[in-house]
């Protein structure tokens, strides 16, 4: 019946009820090991593994209960049915309470018993393919869902898929929360290095001797303080990625030896006199212009060449204005969700004000300003009033005119959903998770728009 991988332990210490239910569940296909006591049962629960217990209550050294409450403790999450001829309402309760999968009364029905058993162990099977599953999101929920349909982003996206299976190193050029660490991240999780770690450093944020600490670690009695070794970033991202941030910001004698340890594969710590071999691939991004910063000796041509290999532009959302309503609708689900609200819907003058903006902050500005305005509303829908005053502050006439040329609210939510179901493969339920709603409210959207049918 291919069960040949589920164990099932049976505790009875009568003889006859023992040997009953050993033919029973033997007939059944599962492997079966039996016991005359407790205090076997709980020896053989922290040596060998079950996926289902059916244990006596009245045992003469350790009971029944003793049992359940020593196999969830080591074995959380197999299933445990008791059986006896002395059921009471308070130790079925109790039983349950402890965890239990079922009580059973003697004497049972042999079908009542097979039934229960198999059910037991469905429970399992679905309870273990259900964490499994949860861990598969977990890590694809962990490559960055990077939002948009502009030709910049579009750009962007291609760009990312094309050269993250590759270990060439990148440079990411942007304005300041354009989501340059969002690209970086795409790229690991996207690249054989995904299994090991990520590591972002931002360069204008430590001084020289700081930075040379963080980043190639140092040796015992390197300087004054320094009572252990210490890995640095880059030792401890072998084998991943490396994100330095703002590499414009580096010190040039700084860039001399990250220059080394790009070239050599290889780090040197404060301190040491043995260079330790690393296998990294860098990421690095500036606000800056590198180029003109080489041409005037603020930045080493051979580094920038070594990083350079490849080159992405994070374009400000001025360049990307029709991505600002999947965005909004992006965060308001993330926003809503994280805080624990009901809000999935966002007033049309507020949708308006958020598109005419010119959003000098970029992607993380507006990223905030949804955050801010969930925190304040009550509702369920986002108002101009939730916006900060700035916002306020816009004039009408430049609303007016620029709310005629802007989509209708009902377009906005329908170009997100066709826009999540596509990236989603047409799942609805992973595209109703990444929208903060329930399958059956993405449903009901789907047929109001008229939208094609989906797979499930």
């Known amino acids: 019946m291919g069960f040949e991988k ?3 332990l049976i505790v009875e210490d009568e003889d006859i009820a023992r040997k009953n239910l050993e033919h029973i569940l033997d007939k059944m296909g599962y492997r ?4 005359n006591s407790g205090n076997r049962a709980v020896e053989l629960l922290e040596s ?3 996926d289902l217990v059916l244990t006596a209550l009245k045992m003469k050294d350790v009971d029944g209960m003793e049992v359940l409450r020593k196999t969830k403790e080591l074995q959380p999450y197999t299933e445990v049915i008791m059986i006896t001829g ?7 309760v109790q039983a349950m309470l402890d965890g239990a999968y079922y009580y059973i009364a003697k004497p049972f029905k042999i079908d009542e018993l097979r039934k ?7 429970k399992r099977r679905l309870r273990l393919e259900n964490l499994q599953l949860r861990e598969i999101l977990k890590k694809k929920q962990e490559v960055p869902f990077i939002v948009g349909k502009s030709t910049a982003m579009t750009k962007v996206q291609k760009t990312v898929l094309q050269i993250a299976p590759s270990d060439i190193n990148v440079l990411i050029t942007g304005e300041s929360g354009t989501g340059k660490e969002l690209i970086a991240r795409a790229i690991h999780n996207l690249s054989p290095r995904s299994e090991n770690r990520f590591v972002a450093f931002n360069c204008g944020s430590f001084t020289e001797e700081l930075m040379a600490n963080e980043l190639f670690g140092h040796e015992k009695d390197a300087f004054t303080g320094a009572t252990k070794a210490k890995s640095g970033l880059i030792k401890v991202a072998d084998g991943g990625t490396v994100f330095l941030d703002e590499i414009g910001d580096m010190p040039l004698s700084m860039q ?15 301190g040491g006199e043995n260079p330790v071999p690393v296998d990294i691939r860098f990421i690095a991004a500036t606000h ?3 180029k003109e910063d080489v041409a005037k000796g603020h930045f080493r041509q051979d580094l920038y060449y070594r990083l350079n290999v490849i080159t992405i532009h ?3 959302l001025t360049d990307r204005n029709g991505d600002i309503p999947l965005l909004v609708h992006h965060f308001l689900a993330q926003k809503s969700q994280a805080m624990g609200k009901e809000i999935h819907n966002i007033d049309r003058e507020c949708m308006d004000l958020l598109c005419q903006y010119s959003w000098p902050g970029n992607v993380r500005e507006l990223e905030n300003v949804i955050e801010r305005a969930v925190a304040l509303e009550n509702g369920t829908c986002i108002r101009p009033d939730d916006l900060p005053e700035n916002f306020h502050n816009l004039s009408i006439e430049i609303y007016r005119r620029a709310s005629s040329e802007i989509p209708t609210l009902e377009e906005q939510e329908k170009k997100y959903i066709q826009w999540v179901l596509e990236k989603c493969e047409g799942n609805k339920t992973k595209a109703a998770k990444i929208m903060g709603i329930d399958r059956v409210s993405l449903w009901r959207k789907v047929k109001r728009y008229g939208m094609e049918p989906q797979n499930s």
Request: glycine residues 0%; proline residues 7%.
């Open 288 to 290: 800056r212009d590198l």
């Open 256 to 270: 001399v030896k990250l220059l080394r340890v790009i070239q050599e594969r290889e780090v040197l710590p404060v």
């Open 32 to 35: 079966v090991k039996s016991v």
């Open 86 to 92: 002395y059921a009471t309402v308070d130790t079925s």
């Open 116 to 122: 229960i058993a198999a059910e037991a162990l469905l």
């Open 6 to 8: 589920e164990t099932i």
């Open 48 to 50: 060998v593994h079950f």
């Open 314 to 316: 994070a374009p400000p």
